[in-house]
């Protein structure tokens, strides 16, 4: 059984910096997939921030947070990682991490075969 486990969220002043962690078990193949991170506001549609590769050379970021924002991963540990620096107020939000099997949708949700319960990040102006 899949299971996908963030960790790393809390509440920090903007400006501030925060290093979101997931870590993936149950996943065979979790070197093949692409993975994400999501965000959903309270009272917003969930979107997606980040998307990497399945061997991490390519990423895909939100316009929102370009510059901002990296996604890595340690296929070895399973570990996805989001490294947020410069976070403003717009970025609090619940964080998602998710794995795509099929690699097709980007930073789409609808690509998404696994989910964690999310992590969330308060960021106080």
């Known amino acids: 059984q899949v299971q996908l486990v963030e960790s790393g969220g809390g509440s920090v002043q903007a400006g501030g910096s925060l290093r979101l962690s997931c870590e993936v078990s149950?996943?065979?193949?979790?070197?093949?997939?692409?993975m994400g991170w999501f965000r959903q506001a309270s009272g917003k549609e969930r979107e997606g921030v980040a998307r990497?590769?399945?061997?991490?050379?390519?990423?895909v970021y939100a316009d929102s947070v370009k510059g901002r924002f990296t996604i890595s991963r340690d296929n070895a540990k399973k570990t996805l990682y989001l490294q947020m620096n410069s976070l403003k107020p717009e970025d609090t939000a619940m964080y998602y991490c998710?794995?795509?099997?099929?690699?097709?949708?980007?930073?789409?949700?609808?690509?998404?075969?696994?989910w964690g319960q999310g992590t969330q990040v308060t960021v106080s102006s």
């Open positions: 998710a794995a795509s099997v099929s690699c097709v949708s980007g930073l789409g949700s609808w690509g998404y075969n696994y």
């Open positions: 990497i590769s399945a061997g991490g050379g390519s990423s």
């Open positions: 149950g996943a065979t193949y979790y070197s093949r997939w692409c």
